[in-house]
């Protein structure tokens, strides 16, 4: 039996032998070393001890070995260069492996980018449609220098930072998720609260003005206003005080109390409740989709700040907040809540109440999360640059000032050209006024079902009060003919707006509803006019009881071919009537308090304008019983006190509005649930010309109405419609002639006129200071004298002390008038007019003489003599004794005053001063005076001869007269300017 193989070393199973492997696992092939085998050893290695073995049993022993072990070394060949070829696979296999791996995370890192800038793209996209640039853009672009982008769109998305997103790489180029714009909703859409963790308290602070700013920008200027409740007085919106400069309440005075953040919340619920109804109305959901239906902002967007929530909010402003939070966003009020989780909230306030309606940004300056973005983080931007926020501030409030109220179209308001004057007033009258959304602005003026009488307008200069007057009448001129409305209307401004409504030189068409249209602001010509109405009103009052009526509609109804129009009464600026504690204000006061309560049954109506009701005394004690016959209360943009003075108590309206044209409407006495907002048509005056002379020709030219203007003198053109009326007046059969004074201070333009006849005290003294006005007395005084005789039949002696030798001009045109008729015309002039008076006085004398004896024949052919002294104050020396004569001027003056109206010369002189003329006339013959025309003179004088307790204020194109000799009482006059040569 063989023996067992053994593993010696550097034997066959050693560690050199073929068995051996080298590190790594691969088989050793150690060189083969030659057999020998020493003397004695068997083939196997042991001794010699089986000499016996047969040599050919050896042979076969040693030659299976010998195959056997070839057999090994071929397996071990072949074992070894199989595993060369697994090992060379392997390393081939693992370096395509890394390669494929390589790659595939190449392409993967691709795709990777690929989708990311795509993301990127996409938000990029829809960022810039949703936040247009100035909503989202960084502040150091340069498009932020330029206006291209102000007012593009209010946004509804607003950047509030950067995104921060998870895996995403900072270096890859473009794809920077620092550029990634993190947007959060807010006009139309949502409210905000801002929240610091820590001891980060700067970054909500500094997050309003980004707010603010971008939202500010984005939104057309004029149309986002800022309010501010600011409990802790930081002055966080301290640098858009530029905005205040626009005047349209884009950045409200700061909040700091409980009781002011109260009020403002009052008045954002009723803005909110009115865009709600607006927004129902034509079936849209928010202020945006309203805007672009009707193609009219009805309100302005609002971003209310509340700093250090709930610091200085009690339980009532807590209300006020949740439900601006749940429903104001949509309506165009939006919050922006700086929520302090330390604050100390009041009792029955709880901030998560509040907080759980808003889009929560909580955290720090160096990251934020928001409720709006989940599962990203936020990095805030960094506050804008105080420059750039005053820079922006100011380009909105110079747009703001620039900016107006949509136009509408006055025309598109007016009836159809055949449907003109197609309304009866039987019940009342309508005037439409302009639109609210696509709504028209109706204003209904009715006695009764509902009682809508009267209407109180307010607004402060230059809002478009004028204008909406003007849409006012004429809307109701192109509904009703003249025979359903008549308009007496006093403008106590200026008189520039109702001028346009009579006729002017070379136009002669006005509004023919107008009766009455008092300009420039004549307090005594505005009382005239309310006792006009206040005669009318009792008029028609005992008409309609006789009648069995107790309103205007009914006793149209029994009475239907009878022509009683409605009277409307409009006063703009009324409170100048009533503001002075005097007579006419006293006066005005109880007739419109009687016209506002009474007036409506038989057809009047009142419309009162003002810029200011505030503050005037005289109507403290008649405030209620007035105005509160208003239901209609309209209000353009004003103060908040005159706001409530005009809407009522509590309705500051009318101080929110933006535009000159918006207005605030109320037909509920100012009830401010009642509020509506819209905008006054624009009346061209092009267009309301052209609607004047249309219903002028309609109406068949009517004469024109009476106008009085309180700066001016009366037309000389009126003279010969004047002298007709005087005329016309008189009995039958009286031969007096009148010589005309002027028009009166009263609807009724009949003529002031004195009669000169042959009785005592027909003289006529004109005292004062005003030249002109004398001039146009003493030129209507010769054209009426000279027109009422036969040509020739008169003579007029004319005692220019005025003009020096050479006479006035004025004096001229005097001579002119009276010569045009062929009467006799004498002039003296400067030192000549005591020789005159004294001439005259011998005329005097001799008629006397011969008029003693009766001669009817010498009567017919003596001529009446008018004697004009013309400034006899400026008269020298009239007092002095001329030997030659025998007397002085003034003896002859005095022979005028005392004995001419009984021989037909009669004296009409103007003196400067009651003292000059009581010292020319004697004391002791100015009683003989009759007549008497105050113009300018002082209140001493008028008192002089009229009594102690008359009041006078002397006044330009202003005169007073008084008839004593008949008893008459004192009538204002406002005479005629001088007439032009020739009558």
Known sequence: MMPPRTNQAGGPGGPGGPGTRRAGGRRSKAPREPRTRPPGDSPLGEPDQAAEVLPDEERQIRTTFLRLRGTVDAVLAAADAGRSAATGAYDIAERDAARRTHRAIQSAGADAEAAYVRARDTLLDRAGRVAPFAAAADWNDVGWRSDDWLGSNPARYIRIGSLSVPGASPSSGNANPEHLPALVPLLDVASIGLIAEGDDKDWPLQTINTLLLRALASAPPGRLEIVTYDPRIRGVTSPFAALRKAGNDLLADPLATPNELLSRLTLLRSAVMRVAELAGAHGVPDLAALTEATGVQPEPYRLLVICDYPYGVDSRAQTE?????????????????????????????????????????????????????????????????????????????????????????????????????????????????????????????????????????????GQGKSNLLLVLLHSIAASYSPDEVAMYLLDFKDGLEFDRLGPRPGRPWHLPHARV?????????????????????????????????????????????????????????????????????????????????????????????????????????????????????????????????????????????????????????????????????????????DLRHELWEKAGRPAAPRVFYAARPSDPNLLTQALQRVLSDAPPGDDTKFALLGLPVDVDPAPVAFGLTADPGRTLAVVGDGRDDAFGTLGAVVWSLAAQHVRGGAEFVLLD??????????????????????????????????????????????????????????????????????????????????????????????????????VDVHLIGWWNSLRVFSEHVGYEFAPLVGGYVFLRAPEADVQGVLGPYLRYQPQMHRGLFCDLSHGGRPVPVVPFGLPAGGG
């Open 517 to 689: 249209l008092g300009l420039e602001g004549d307090r005594a010509f505005g009382l005239a006019t309310l006792r006009h109405l206040d005669n009318e009103f009792r008029r028609r009052a005992e008409q309609f009881r006789l009648a069995g009526a107790n309103d205007l509609a009914t006793y149209r109804t029994l009475r239907p071919t009878e022509t009683v129009p409605r009277l409307l009464l409009v006063i703009d600026e009324f409170q100048v009537l009533v503001a002075e504690d005097d007579d006419i204000a006293r006066a005005s006061i109880v007739i419109l308090e009687t016209l506002a309560r009474r007036g409506r049954a038989v057809g009047v109506h009142l419309v009162l304008a003002s810029q200011t009701l505030s503050g005037i005394e005289t109507l403290v004690t008649k405030e209620r019983s007035i105005f509160g016959q208003f239901p209609w209360r309209l209000s353009l943009k004003t103060e908040a006190s005159e706001s409530e003075a005009v809407l009522g108590r509590q309705n500051t309206e009318a101080a929110q509005l933006r535009f000159r044209g918006e207005i605030v409407f109320n037909r509920e006495y100012g009830d401010p649930t009642h509020n509506r907002r819209g905008v006054v048509a624009y009346a061209d005056e092009h267009v309301l010309d």
């Open 801 to 902: 002390a005025v003009g020096g030798d050479a006479g006035s001009p004025e004096t001229a045109l005097l001579a002119e008038a009276a010569g045009a008729y062929d009467h006799g015309v004498t002039v003296h002039t400067a030192g000549s007019v005591g020789a005159g008076l004294a001439e005259l006085a011998s005329i005097v004398d001799e008629r006397i003489a011969v008029g003693g004896k009766h001669s009817a024949g010498l009567l017919a052919e003596r001529r009446p003599i008018y004697v004009l002294g013309i400034g006899l104050h400026r008269a020298a020396r009239l007092d002095l004794y001329d030997d030659d004569q025998g007397g002085a001027p003034t003896d002859a003056l005095r022979t005028l005053v005392r004995e001419g109206p009984l």
């Open 321 to 461: 907040l949740i439900r601006l939070a749940e429903g104001g966003p949509r309506r165009g009020v939006s919050l922006i809540v700086h929520h302090d989780p330390r604050a100390d909230a009041d009792d029955g306030v709880n901030a998560q109440d509040l907080l759980r309606h808003l889009n929560i940004a909580r955290g720090r300056n160096s990251a934020i999360t928001v409720s709006a973005l989940p599962a990203v983080t936020v990095r805030p931007d960094q506050p804008p640059p105080r420059e750039l926020i005053e820079n922006v501030s100011a380009r909105v409030a110079e747009g703001a000032r620039r900016g107006a109220a949509p136009v509408v179209d006055f025309q598109a308001l007016l009836p159809e050209r055949d449907k003109i004057w197609t309304e009866d007033a039987i019940r009342g009258m309508t005037a439409k006024i302009g639109r609210a959304g696509l709504d028209t602005v109706e204003l209904e003026l009715r006695g009764s079902d509902p009682s809508l009488p009267n209407v109180l307008i307010g607004g402060a200069s």
